[in-house]
């Protein structure tokens, strides 16, 4: 695919003719304008229909990892410049890591620094964006100086310095999400160099024609003479993690012990170089062939970071794309890979209760217990139980199992804390008056459940877990508002839900009733149920009840 790139015109201020320099490992698409002297990077991408000109405004600057996206226009005055980080004056900077998001304009004299997004439609004009900041859609920031690492909302318009020092800080899952971004970017650019080498694409096509199921493609990044059996998505994943400054772990753990979940650490990778880490990625396959092996990253907070599954007993090599923690835009907890298979991992806690124990622990969450009697949990009046301070989830399981006997024959149920918020994340009934709460095989089989309230409730549903109509009887009964939220399996990824309405239901039959047509709805979707407190304007429960 020919890169259409053309020399500066000659103007009364400048007659260099001076031509782009692209990177041999950057990808440019060729329905790009690309015009005078910009620079691009290493591992640059540059979307379908963007325009970068440097006819005007000269020079550009775009570093490596970058990623520019669909319709970006950059341009830059004649008059005005800023300084890079190289000291030298552009008429426009992009630094590192970078996401210049869909229909964004950065428009000269402007510096967007290391590791910035700019959302979509967003623009940046006569400014200086420090490095880290997340700028989202909509917004206009123009005059000003953001100081490093602040969070700019859509739509707003920050043109005063004053504005621009009053800003918030970036959290961590929005930083996520910003890593998250550049990775799926850098597998795309991957993807895009293949689709233009017939030595890459040739083999593709002929698996397809044999009608394989599963696709295992090589490393598909040309600029790379890296060997490799393991996916180009766990290929670009490893070089992410290194150019994020990431330790690289893996660990493994056999077929029966993998229901589980109690994982054992391979020999730790301390490598820098790309090469190396995959040798001692393939290295650690062979000596655990027939066994599940996952990899992750380790941040400087100590916390994992997109961990994915990349080999099972059967040999096949996981190949599934990023997996990254995907932050709600709430800040609830977020989906990280487990045992997967819905075994029991005790003998009291169902596998969907210890999938979110780990799910808590791998996103930072403290975790507590709390219970009621009877009589009081018509009333909503929970006690709280002794905290648990265990950091692994053997340790936390232990002591949910040790409150659950201390209070036989009442409800317990587990917390998840956001401490750095102070507020909940999660709140799950784990136990009732007649025993632990038991998931059944396949979470939907026909549910029979007896309630407080003077009589016995009997309710029968065809798609909902006893615990789900527990939570929908406790919402109600505590005076709570009832809603139900969609996302589909690309969105789930970033945690972009979308509200199906409130319920506004009298009776739990009623109640039931409506969130089963929200799954029947969806049922192609991942469906969670909402509790929400309107006296205090904050959610009480947030639980997925439905998987595609």
């Known amino acids: 695919m020919a890169v259409r790139s053309t020399a500066a015109p000659p103007t009364p201020w400048s007659r260099s003719l001076a031509e782009p320099d692209i990177h041999q490992t950057a990808f440019v698409h060729s329905s790009c304008n690309l015009i005078g002297d910009v620079h691009l990077g290493a591992n640059v991408i540059i979307a379908p229909g963007t325009s970068i000109r440097a ?3 000269t020079p550009f600057h775009i570093g490596e990892n970058t990623n520019i996206q669909d319709g ?29 998001t869909h229909m964004a304009l950065i428009h000269g004299p402007a510096y ?34 953001i100081p490093p690492g602040k969070y700019v909302a859509s739509g707003s318009v920050i043109t005063t310095q004053q504005q621009a020092d009053r800003l918030p800080d970036v959290q961590d899952q929005d930083q996520e999400f910003a890593h998250h971004v550049v990775g799926i970017n850098q597998a795309l650019r991957a993807g895009y160099r293949c689709a233009e080498d017939l030595k890459c694409i040739a083999p593709i096509r002929d698996e397809l024609t044999q009608n394989y199921t599963s696709i295992t493609v090589e490393e598909l990044d040309r600029s790379s003479e890296v060997a490799s059996k393991l996916g180009a998505d766990t290929v670009e994943q490893v070089r992410y993690l290194l150019e994020q400054g990431y330790k690289i772990g893996t660990e493994h753990v056999g077929e029966r012990r993998f ?24 290295s650690c396959l062979t000596d655990h062939s027939g066994e599940y092996v996952r990899l992750f990253g380790i941040n400087q907070g100590r916390k994992r970071v997109l ?3 990349i080999q099972r007993p059967d040999g096949v090599v996981g190949s599934s794309g990023f997996k990254a923690p995907a932050a709600t835009s709430n800040g609830s907890y977020r989906s990280y890979s487990s045992n997967g298979n819905g075994a029991v991992a005790s003998g009291s806690l169902s596998a969907e209760t210890v999938n979110q124990i780990n799910q808590l622990l791998a996103s930072g969450y403290k975790i507590g217990t709390e219970h009621v009697d009877e009589r009081r949990f018509r009333t909503g009046t929970w006690t709280s139980s002794e905290s648990i301070e265990a950091t692994s989830a053997n340790q936390v399981v232990a002591a949910l ?6 209070h036989q024959g009442e409800y317990v149920r587990l917390i998840g804390i956001d401490s750095k918020a102070k507020r909940r994340v999660l709140e799950a009934i784990i136990q009732r008056p007649d025993g632990p709460v038991v998931a059944s095989s396949n979470g939907k089989a026909p549910v029979t ?11 029968t549903s065809s798609s909902l877990s006893t615990e789900v109509v527990d939570q ?13 939220e969609h996302v589909d399996k690309r969105r789930f990824r970033t945690g972009t839900w979308t509200s199906a309405g409130q319920i506004e239901a009298r009776s739990k039959a009623e109640a039931i009733a409506a969130v089963e047509a929200c799954i029947s709805k969806y049922s192609g979707e991942y469906v969670r149920l909402i509790g929400i407190d309107s006296s205090a304007k904050r959610r009480v429960l947030e639980t997925i009840i439905h998987r595609p």
């Open 55 to 57: 006819d005007e405004g």
């Open 259 to 282: 229901r589980t979940g109690v994982w054992e650490s391979c020999q730790p990778i301390e490598t820098r170089s790309l090469g190396e880490a995959i040798s001692a990625l393939e």
């Open 307 to 309: 961990e994915t599954i």
């Open 472 to 484: 929908l009887q406790q919402l109600l009964t505590s005076g709570f508002k009832i809603s139900i």
């Open 72 to 100: 970006v226009v950059i341009h830059g005055l004649e008059q005005g410049r800023v300084v890079g980080d190289d000291g030298r004056k552009y008429s426009v900077w992009v630094g590192k890591n970078a996401s210049i």
């Open 449 to 459: 459940s007896n309630y407080v309230g003077g009589s016995t409730a009997t309710v």
């Open 112 to 145: 967007v620094g290391d590791s910035c997004f700019i959302g979509f439609r967003s623009t940046v004009f006569n400014a200086r964006v420090g490095a880290g900041c997340i700028v989202m859609m909509h917004a206009l920031i123009q005059d000003v100086e």
């Open 401 to 406: 199992e040790k409150c659950m006997n201390s």
